[in-house]
């Protein structure tokens, strides 16, 4: 089993998730972040870090978000990839220059209140 991250995700990529996971799994998509399924070694070490409970392990993501299965597995099919994802402080930091991805994001994503 891997974990996957789902729609509560969207709006928040807080990456505290990226700093604790010890195999460096997650990659930055354009919306959320994702989790490696060949990479994750399945430690959990990620799900209690995520502040808006996003991370589930596969065989438990509610109902309502299982098409995030395989929203996590289709960039890395065939070999596919996204960028690895920065640990928490960098993102931070990207955040306060407006030409970063960083900070584009929340400007297509604003922050979930």
Known sequence: MT???????IGTKDHACVDVCP?????EGPDM???HPEE???CGACVPECPVAAIFEESDVPEQWKDYIAKNAEPFKDGGTLPKAPT??????????PSSDAAKYYQTYPPKS
């Open 40 to 42: 994750c070694i399945d």
């Open 33 to 35: 972040l994702y989790i």
């Open 88 to 97: 928490r402080a960098k993102w931070e930091e990207m955040k306060k220059d």
């Open 23 to 27: 195999v460096e799994c997650f990659y």
């Open 3 to 9: 974990y996957v991250v789902a729609e509560p995700c």
